[in-house]
T-cell receptor, first 113, second 114 residues
Framework: AQSVTQLDSHVSVSEGTPVLLRCNYS??????LFWYVQHPNKGLQLLLK??????LVKGINGFEAEFKKSETSFHLTKPSAHMSDAAEYFC???????????FGPGTSLSVIP | ETGVTQTPRHLVMGMTNKKSLKCEQH?????MYWYKQSAKKPLELMFV???????ENNSVPSRFSPECPNSSHLFLHLHTLQPEDSALYLC?????????????FGPGTRLTVL
């Protein structure tokens, strides 16, 4: 069975410092991986996705993530946090195109002025 | 956000009420989804519709009844709910219902069951 683990339920960073949100998955195959963001009182929005092309994926708002098969990880990073980045972030794994989507429990990111 | 709309945004209902949640997508997608988002729990997929046909029902209690009259509209009919059903209900759509498709989410309906 596939699963996804987000190692930190809450991350707090200062504005202008780097952001690292960790995600590990378990899957027998090379899955498709996504990061979604949810701002307060809003629906989820796709940040980026990996579907077996380049292992370093660039997304919106300066975020990027690197697929590391040997570590079964897909960590989300951003060089410099902005106040508007404060939100809930979800890592998502799909084993194959015909499998259901599995959401991680989420990481809440706080950005301190 | 105008791609997928949900109404109402907030709903308070008693356990004996009957109400419906509505979702509409303006993206020309063929698949629509209902999710339940409870505090401190991962997002739970409830139902999937692909080309108006239900393709997934994740053991959801019968007090939740989905309806998909066409590819653009999705309803969730609610009756005799329990307080533990209080949550944010999110609707999403994607092009073809494949796992690797990007899903586009509505803002959700915040449901409170008294």
């Amino acid at each position: 069975a596939q699963s996804v683990t987000q190692l930190d339920s809450h991350v707090s960073v200062s504005e202008g410092t780097p952001v690292l949100l960790r995600c590990n998955y378990s899957s027998s195959y090379s899955p498709s991986l996504f990061w979604y963001v949810q701002h307060p009182n809003k629906g989820l929005q796709l940040l980026l996705k990996y579907t077996s092309a380049a292992t370093l994926v660039k997304g919106i708002n300066g975020f990027e993530a690197e697929f590391k098969k040997s570590e079964t990880s897909f960590h989300l990073t951003k060089p410099s946090a902005h106040m508007s980045d404060a939100a809930e972030y979800f890592c998502v794994v799909v084993k194959t195109s015909y499998d259901k989507v599995i959401f991680g429990p989420g990481t809440s990111l706080s950005v301190i002025p | 956000e105008t791609g997928v709309t949900q109404t109402p945004r907030h709903l308070v209902m008693g356990m004996t009420n009957k109400k419906s949640l509505k979702c509409e997508q303006h993206l020309g997608h063929n698949a629509m989804y209902w999710y339940k988002q409870s505090a401190k729990k991962p997002l739970e997929l409830m139902f999937v519709y692909n080309f108006k046909e239900q393709t997934e029902n994740n053991s959801v209690p019968s007090r939740f009844s989905p309806e998909c009259p066409n590819s653009s509209h999705l309803f969730l009919h609610l009756h005799t709910l329990q307080p533990e059903d209080s949550a944010l209900y999110l609707c999403a759509s994607s092009q073809d219902g494949l796992g690797a498709d990007t899903q586009y989410f509505g803002p959700g309906t915040r449901l409170t069951v008294l």
